[in-house]
């Protein structure tokens, strides 16, 4: 991937107007009965509790074996996904989805089918199936060219293909499977690897992300690595084989810091200290003056009138230090002596490596999507609504640039705020909906439970109602997630208990 050009003018107080002219990427060319009767449903395409439980008897008989069961079970399951199919085509929204992890215990009999009726069952038409995250991927151990491990290691079960039963599964019951999976953060077991050292982010305190998360399973990368970039692209592709509805990429940020940390003040807070980041970064100078200056703001996080005074001695035949994006004015010419250039010049060095940053991010989406793009299979982006915000003369640590991920792609923002109502909620999707283009598809991503309150969200109905009262014409939503609406279920299959 080439270094995509800046066009960075200069700085301006409100984020997006400040990089609007920063990013210049181009897009890369991703009844139980014997009678046919209808279900009982609820105002959200809910199966009634006794459909459900009905349905779940008929799973079990057809497990143990018998053929007349098991033909019932697939007629009755053919009946709801039609039954689902025309229940959302006249209820809001239209595709409603959930997010689910699938264990090495989901290889036993039966399990998937269990947990794809659950999710029919409370009215969802889509799933959004974690296949890479916590540096191990869905694929089966035979079957897995990647640089990571596979989530199934069990002797025996090298074969086993978790990712293309889910699909199929799914598919079955009327659902769209799309493959979710971590983007950035590669994981600890990529950073065990000695040759991969190369691709692991640095910031200007000799850290990786390593030093600066709770979870240690979390390792960011370099996104200007050509090693990371080629890891990931095998793993996109040897997802798309199994075929998937979608692919969603997680974790398109920079490590979230916490206290004063949360903000990048300085050039020290920054992701620009491994190799590939700080090559690409001096490749955007434009003259000698500009590589000079950028080294040594690099270097030393400022410079200096004195620094400025010695690159013109340096390189007298030039005239202003260039790179990407600067664009000085008459009047910033005029300011001839080296003191009164140096605030200008260090606040656009800052806002230039933050920029630069932010673009390594913003080319890993446009590479990981291509592929998906090339087969018509569509991709999204997850995203904090916050997350790409200045705060004073800083900006939010992750540095997610999501108002610059290209419009053909879905947005799906993380709208998990927590006030114990549903007003911040609906605050973070106006935020995203006010500054998406109008081609740009909108799925909101809630974080709750049918029903009932749960870590400060209200339930899941109360969310909804005020979602469809902002932006009606949303034409979907996800829910995360399967492990919070069935707690039980999902932590006896984590740890093999019987279900």
Not at 406 to 429: D, K, L, R
Not at 435 to 444: E, G, N, S, Y
Request: glycine residues 6%; charged residues 20%; aromatic residues 10%.
């Amino acid at each position: 991937m080439s270094n995509r050009p800046l066009n960075f003018a200069k700085p301006i107080l409100f984020w997006r107007s400040l990089f609007a002219a920063i990013f210049s990427s181009t897009m890369l060319t991703p009844n139980l009965g014997v009678q046919p009767a209808v279900a009982q449903v609820t105002g959200y395409c809910q199966l009634s509790p006794a459909e459900s439980k009905a349905k779940e008897k008929l799973r079990l008989s057809a497990l143990k074996g018998n053929q007349e069961e098991q033909k019932r079970y697939q007629q009755l399951l053919k009946q709801h996904a039609e039954e689902l199919q025309d229940c959302r085509n006249r209820t809001w929204p239209r595709n409603q989805a959930i997010w689910l992890r699938l264990y090495p215990c989901d290889n036993q009999a039966g399990t998937i089918d269990h947990i794809m009726d659950r999710i029919v069952n409370r009215g969802y038409n889509q799933v959004y199936l974690e296949v890479f995250y916590d540096g191990q991927v869905l694929l089966p151990a035979a079957a897995n060219p990647t640089a990571w491990p596979s989530v199934i290691r069990t002797p025996g079960a090298a074969k086993v293909d978790l990712l293309a039963t889910a699909i199929q599964k799914g598919r079955q019951r009327g659902l769209k499977v799309y493959a979710w999976m971590f983007t950035m953060n590669f994981g600890y077991t990529y950073a065990q690897r000695r040759d991969r050292e190369g691709a692991i982010a640095r910031n200007g305190k000799g850290q990786t992300s390593l030093y600066v998360v709770d979870n240690s399973s979390q390792v960011f990368i370099d996104p200007y690595n050509v090693q990371a970039k080629r890891d990931y692209y095998q793993l996109v592709q040897q997802v798309l084989r199994r075929r998937p509805d979608g692919l969603l990429f997680d974790y398109v940020r920079y490590p979230r810091q916490a206290g004063s940390d949360s903000i990048a003040t300085k050039v020290t807070d920054l992701w620009l200290f491994s190799e590939a980041t700080q090559t690409a970064l001096f490749q955007r100078a434009q003259n000698n003056k500009g590589l000079d200056l950028i080294r040594r703001f690099l270097s030393k996080g400022y410079v200096t009138a004195g620094d400025i005074a010695e690159v013109d001695q340096l390189y007298p035949q030039e005239g202003e230090p260039m790179w990407q994006g600067r664009t000085p004015s008459s009047a910033q010419k005029s300011i001839l002596t080296p003191t009164n250039r140096q605030p200008l010049l260090q606040s656009e060095l800052w806002h230039f490596a933050v920029a630069h940053a932010m673009q390594g991010i913003v080319d890993f989406v446009n590479l990981a999507s291509y592929p998906g793009k090339q087969q018509g299979i569509p991709s999204g982006v997850v995203f904090f609504p916050e997350g790409n915000q200045n705060l004073g003369q800083g900006y939010d640590s992750r540095l997610q640039p999501w108002d610059r991920f290209p419009s053909f792609i879905e947005w799906h923002p993380m709208s998990y705020a927590t006030c114990g109502n549903v007003s911040c909620i609906v605050a973070q999707v106006q935020r995203v909906l006010s500054i998406a283009k109008p081609d740009t598809q909108v799925i909101p991503a809630l974080a709750g439970k049918w029903g009932a309150s749960i870590s400060n969200r209200p339930p899941l109905e109360e969310q909804m109602q005020a979602l469809r009262k902002l932006a009606p014409k949303i034409n979907g939503v996800s829910h995360f997630a399967y492990s919070w609406q069935y707690p039980d279920h999902d932590s006896d299959r984590k740890f093999c208990r019987a279900q």
